[in-house]
């Protein structure tokens, strides 16, 4: 759906965009096909859940192209107005996304409301039962290609992709159930399976809101990853204690700011050296762009990080 920026940070990040560019394009083109057959079949039979799983297609579509305008943007390098490029533009990307999940959750949950308080019925169709067993078979097949490139390449937007359809996988048979309780005359169970789909597409949106959000507000990084960078710091020798280490999001990467105390009477060539090591030491992770040190007097500076 967009690239997963649920949980923190990653460290170890290693992003292959011709992987990328090969599940987008097919996730893209797959979901367009499944969008108008859904939609054309689910206002025919006036089936609440088929339009609710076709608005789904939908909102896939329209996080694919915003995705791909937003990595476009992020991927431009860095230059004189912005010294740490362009990568925040993907989680601006990513809040516009989360904003139309939002609105096409609401538009399915009040049109399903509507349906269930007025208890209308959609009509049989096989045509409803053949567009949905067609999704779950596509899905599944764009489900193992985007695995596979996830594996092949290392991509975290592959990842995400694949995740997406093994959800709509089911969304789909959800739908599924609901055409089979029509077929019985249980006409209600598509109205609430239309409800159940408006709350699981909500809940993504609000899941997607939150990521970006956090991301944007530089929120720092997880206490198992600044656990992980606080034992590298203190494995460099010289240093005496950690008085902070911060993270500020840039993109997919983070620039990272650390407080050191060291010995008060060592020369300043010898404490830029130490510095030095830990700012090697820290480069070494993937997921950082940038490590900035300041040396602090140990002597004089005695307040440490809580925790270490």
Known sequence: ?????????????????????????????GNVVLLVAKLIVGFMTRSQ?????????????????????????????????????HGKAEYIFSLIISFSFLLVAF????????????????????WLSV????????????YVFAKKVSTRYNSLLAHANAEDHRND????????????SGHFGFFLVDSVSGVLIALWIAFAGFKIFSSAYNILMDTNMDEKLSKKFCDMIM?????????????????LYFLLIVKIS??????????????????ASLETENSIKEVIVHINPAQYHPKRMKDI
């Open 107 to 126: 538009t399915i949950f009040r049109s399903s409301l509507n349906s269930l308080i007025a208890r209308t019925t959609f009509l049989p169709s096989i």
């Open 49 to 85: 859940s088929m339009i609710a799983d076709g608005l789904n297609s939908a909102g896939d579509v329209f996080a694919s192209s915003m995705t791909y305008i937003g990595n476009h943007i992020s991927s431009r390098p860095a230059d004189d107005t912005h010294p740490y490029g």
């Open 131 to 142: 567009t949905a067993f067609s999704t779950i078979i596509l899905k599944f097949f764009l």
């Open 235 to 251: 494995a460099v020798e010289g240093v005496d204690h950690i008085d902070a280490v911060h993270a500020k999001p840039i993109g």
């Open 1 to 29: 759906m967009i690239r997963k920026v649920v949980g923190g940070f990653h460290s170890g990040l290693e992003i292959n965009f011709e992987g990328e560019k090969k599940s987008r394009y097919t996730s893209f083109f």
């Open 262 to 279: 060291v010995d008060a009477h060592i020369t300043v060539y010898e404490g830029h050296n130490i510095a030095r090591k830990v700012r």
């Open 169 to 180: 996988m089911f969304i789909s048979a959800l739908t599924i159930i609901s055409i089979i």
